[in-house]
């Protein structure tokens, strides 16, 4: 025969119940934990090896566009070279050395007669000198000369000549461009091959005017573009290339001043001393990538990347909570299980208890049969209302409820609900007293209400003293019907007044020996705002927890 257990075995019955299942989700929460920082381990490795593999692609067509920029500053300077020669040195130093048999001063009329008309050399012609070491003096044959310049280009002749008896070179004529601290300078420095009127100290120079370098180096790049024919014509666009050279200084002489640069991949080459040093600088613009290199310049992946990254942390982390609430779920689910077992097995061990007392014929009298009759009754009421919470939360579980609204007198239905109750208080030595104002009836559906409010008395009779006084409440606000349950228990924790609707949360302040299933209130709100209304506790300010029901009347409503 079954025998009901002491408040203490059902603690430790439902304490059991519940261990079993911990270290195996425990367990299983850790190996999902590894698995997601293995996962975001793998998941960063391939991303930084995704952007190593990126930053080397895109190193490796950047230098391509570099060594074709190299290849177009030199394509550029073999082309200035030859113009040089042809339109500047040749005409201008052949003419001036067929002159050298004539007095000096008359050597320019004689080398513009003798020069093509429209030799570059020969029009942008300044003046011409002829400087001597051994007499550190200087002949000129055209443009007066002031003091100061005449000063400064002495120095120069010597710093040339300097230069020339430390690193013996060829007679080739030598372009020097110089700034003298108020303006740019352009001088062509030579030295005679058969010196009979000269000694090898000797010199010749020509000076120039600044626009030679300009026409000079601008008749060079009209030769041809800056890239190889080959690439040049796969470029449509005038702003992806970019022409310009400097002075040995850093100044420009020639800028195409395009509209339209952007980031440029520039690549600077030098030329030779002969030339004057100097600076030619090719820049390609990222866009031409598409037209040089297969494939084009790969575009940086690195914000992308981040954010791939970035969202798998980020869904992994939400992984990983669902699973901590999964896991807390089941966990509840589990206890639910076994407080739902044992709130079973009491009514049913009473039931049973006393029937087979009746069935055995172990009353001695009339009254005491009366009573073990009462005590089924009871029990079976409360067992009744145990399933009816399991079923109407299995029901809402799969979504199935439909509630059946329709006109109900409140004070008649809270009435009726309380009548049945009483029993159940009675047993306990609680009062329920009632005080309901008359009001009009409003639409709900009666059998969820009557749910919600043998919920409610459920937990005022289980977490309330024995002989305390339960007061049923039904106040008129006007717009509202407002329906209240007090008690005299311990009352709800301000902090816990939120959570003491969620399925399967119990305080953790209330007395473990009162057991419970976790289910009576979330079906409370969730019935309550299915009507239409809404749940809520406060403070009774007798001492306890009021909760309150609020329906809106029709009007409202409407």
């Not at 809402?396 to 009435?415: E, N, P, S, Y």
């Not at 209400?449 to 005022?460: H, K, Y």
């Not at 007090?486 to 009162?514: F, H, K, N, T």
């Amino acid at each position: 025969m079954l025998l009901a257990m002491s408040p203490a075995e059902k603690s430790a019955r439902r304490r059991r119940g519940s261990e079993p299942g911990m270290p195996w989700w425990r367990s299983r929460l850790l190996i999902f934990s590894i698995l997601l920082l293995g996962m975001l381990g793998m998941v960063g490795s391939l991303a930084l090896l995704a952007i190593e593999e990126a930053g080397s692609h895109r190193a490796t067509a950047e230098q391509v566009l570099l060594d074709h920029a190299e290849m177009g500053a030199d394509l550029f300077i073999t082309r200035s070279n030859g113009a040089f020669d042809r339109q500047v040195t040749y005409a201008l130093i052949t003419s001036l050395a067929r002159a050298f048999t004539e007095p000096f001063p008359a050597a320019l009329p004689l080398i513009a007669s003798m020069a093509p008309k429209d030799d570059l050399g020969v029009r942008h012609t300044r003046s011409l000198f002829r400087y001597s070491s051994q007499e550190a003096d200087m002949i000129f044959a055209h443009d007066q000369q002031t003091d100061v310049e005449h000063e400064w280009l002495l120095t120069e002749c010597e710093v040339f000549l300097s230069e020339v008896s430390a690193d013996p070179i060829d007679y080739a004529p030598q372009l020097r461009v110089l700034h003298d601290g108020k303006q740019l300078r352009v001088l062509l420095f030579a030295m005679p091959s058969v010196p009979e009127s000269f000694k090898p100290t000797d010199l010749v120079g020509v000076e120039f005017d600044s626009e030679m370098l300009r026409d000079w180096l601008e008749a060079s790049q009209a030769l041809g573009p800056a890239l190889p024919a080959s690439l040049a014509e796969r470029i449509t666009d005038d702003s992806a290339l970019r022409l310009r050279v400097f002075s040995p200084d850093g100044e420009a002489l020639l800028d195409a001043e395009k509209t339209g640069y952007g980031e440029m991949i520039s690549a600077r080459r030098k030329m030779s001393a002969r030339y004057g040093a100097l600076q030619v600088e090719v820049g390609i613009s990222p866009d031409a990538a598409a037209s040089l290199i297969i494939g084009g310049l790969p575009a940086p992946r690195y914000p992308l990347l981040i954010g791939l990254f970035v969202g798998t942390v980020i869904l992994a982390i939400l992984a990983f909570w669902i699973l901590l609430r999964e896991s807390e779920l089941t966990r509840l689910r589990s206890g639910f299980i076994a407080s739902v077992s044992h709130e079973l097995r009491t009514p049913l061990a009473q039931i049973r208890l006393y029937a087979e007392t009746l069935l055995l014929g172990r009353v001695r009298n009339q009254e005491e049969a009366k009573d073990s009759l009462a005590i089924i009754d009871l029990e079976a009421r409360r067992l009744d209302g145990l399933v009816q919470n399991v079923l109407e939360f299995s029901r809402r579980d799969r979504r199935g409820v439909q509630v059946a609204m329709r006109a109900t007198d409140l004070a008649r239905l809270i009435d009726e609900v309380v009548v049945g109750f009483r029993p159940m208080a009675a047993a306990q030595e609680v009062e329920i007293d009632l005080d309901l104002e008359a009001c009009p009836s409003i639409d709900l559906d009666p059998d969820a209400f009557r749910q919600v409010l043998i919920n409610l008395l459920d937990n005022a009779l289980k977490y309330g003293p024995p002989g305390q006084k339960i007061t049923v409440t039904l106040l008129d606000e006007g717009d509202l019907l407002q329906v209240q349950v007090d008690d005299q228990g311990p009352g709800v924790r301000e902090e816990d007044r939120r959570r003491i609707w969620q399925r399967y949360w119990r305080a953790p302040s209330l007395d473990p020996a009162v057991t419970g299933t976790g289910i009576g209130l979330a079906l409370v709100r969730e019935l309550t705002e299915q009507n239409g209304g809404r749940a809520f506790v406060v403070d009774n300010p007798e001492g306890g927890a009021r909760f309150v029901l609020e329906f809106a009347t029709e009007g409202d409503a409407a």
